[in-house]
């Protein structure tokens, strides 16, 4: 018995600076080659992914899934100011077509985190004309690649750009600045819709949509004034501004997708305001604690603003593969619960597909489906929790998940 529609993408995600290796021309390149910041290690030759697409892509699809979320490298495709790079375009071309040939819809990202050294240079999302280049950016993918990709996200967690770059400080650009900070998550909401108008411009019909991490928050004292009003503060910049934009009206695109790890406390007197594990409970290697009930909960909330929801990202750092099996054991009942109640879903796309490169963390977490080993020429190996996983992608049904006991606690 079914538990999913026959249609359902089942897949998992990659980004292009996390695996591809060698993005000496974007922002976070020269980030992780800077004293002071940080990042722990540089991200170098990433997991190879650059040469080895094919190959990897073929193994995706052995294991079962029938779809693949990746990302396009601005800075390769335009390493200049109007500079475009045909061959860098011929590349992702191969990409794509390695995609279909296996069997996996293309979900392709334009905008996952790294900006191209020129435009960070000219004030990156702070620039007066940052959504007219990233439409024309857009535009070029589109008259490029449009025909091999059936569904496009546009902007990666623009909170998390505006959270993280522009007020907490801790990524490229590294400022603390509330107002550049809500600057530029109105700039990446115009920068969203921009992209939609260029692709209803063109002669392809892709599926389009953002991409949003939905973080629930709590103050972490809830007595403490300025814990509620910090919360108050990171709720909207976080959540409320993006619902309320995409239900505001006007093509916001086809369907919005939902990126969910964990929940966060807020406080008011932490250099980066938020608490990810306040208590002594289990937590991931990110430092996270596990807690599928926010899952079930932002999918509600997102499918709220009247689009179809597809899950671009949710998965678990852990060197225990046994905690990644529970995790997909109590996320996926929280996907079906959510499908039972009447949530549009199109399908569920774990992060990751490999362990890669995870930012500021470097190499040390290990979110993949699938192993690397970096000192052994970039082995890959599945995890028991990819062959599940590929189990249920086949059959529709949780069944393969079943009846395994709970390793890991789960927080209440």
Not at 5 to 28: C, I, K, M, R, Y
Not at 76 to 100: F, K, M, N, T
Not at 371 to 399: C, K, M, Q
Request: glycine content about 8%.
């Amino acid at each position: 018995m079914r538990d999913f529609p026959l249609d359902f993408l089942w897949g998992s995600a990659t980004a292009a600076h996390q695996v591809e290796g060698g993005n000496v021309g974007n922002d976070w390149w020269v980030w992780e080659q800077t004293a002071g910041t940080q990042a722990v290690e540089p991200s170098a030759a990433g997991i190879d992914h650059l040469r080895r697409y094919d190959d990897d892509f073929a193994l995706l699809a052995s294991l079962g899934q029938n779809a693949h979320r990746f990302s396009l490298e601005w800075s390769r495709i335009e390493p200049a100011d109007g500079v475009i790079s045909q061959e860098a375009l011929a590349h992702y071309r191969q990409v794509l077509e390695s995609l279909h040939r296996h069997g996996l819809v293309p979900v392709v990202t334009l905008y996952h985190k790294t900006l191209p050294l020129w435009f960070a240079d000219s004030g990156g999302w702070l620039a007066p004309d940052a959504v007219d280049r990233f439409g024309r950016y857009a535009e070029v993918v589109r008259d490029a690649l449009g025909d091999l990709m059936p569904y496009v996200c546009t902007v990666n967690e623009p909170q998390i750009i505006a959270l993280f770059g522009y007020l907490t400080g801790t990524f490229p650009p590294a400022l603390s600045d509330p107002a550049a900070a809500t600057q530029v998550n109105a700039t990446l909401m115009a920068a969203h819709r921009r992209a939609v108008q260029v692709f209803r411009q063109g002669p392809e019909s892709a599926k389009i949509g953002t991409c949003l991490q939905l973080i629930p928050m709590q103050p972490l004292r809830p007595a403490d004034a300025a814990d509620l009003a910090a919360t108050a503060q990171l709720q909207e910049l976080v959540v409320d501004a993006h619902l309320r934009d995409l239900a505001a009206g006007g093509d916001v695109g086809d369907f919005v997708g939902l990126q969910y790890y964990t929940r966060a406390y807020v406080d008011a007197a932490a250099p980066g305001l938020l608490v990810l594990s306040p208590g002594d409970g289990p937590t991931t290697q990110m430092g996270w604690e596990v807690h599928p009930d926010g899952f079930g909960e932002m999918l509600r909330r997102l499918a709220a603003v009247g689009l179809p929801v597809l899950v671009t990202e949710n998965g678990i750092a852990t060197a225990d593969d046994a905690e990644r099996v529970d995790f997909l054991r109590a996320h996926l009942a929280e996907l079906k619960s959510a499908i039972d109640d009447g949530v549009p879903l199109l399908g569920y796309l774990h992060w990751s597909a490999f362990d890669n490169f995870e930012w500021n963390h470097g190499y040390a977490p290990t979110f993949g489906l699938i192993a690397v080993d970096r000192d052994d020429d970039y082995r890959r190996t599945p995890r028991d929790s990819a062959y599940l996983f590929g189990e249920i992608a086949r059959t529709g049904s949780l069944h393969a998940l079943t009846g395994r006991p709970m390793t890991v606690a789960v927080a209440p």
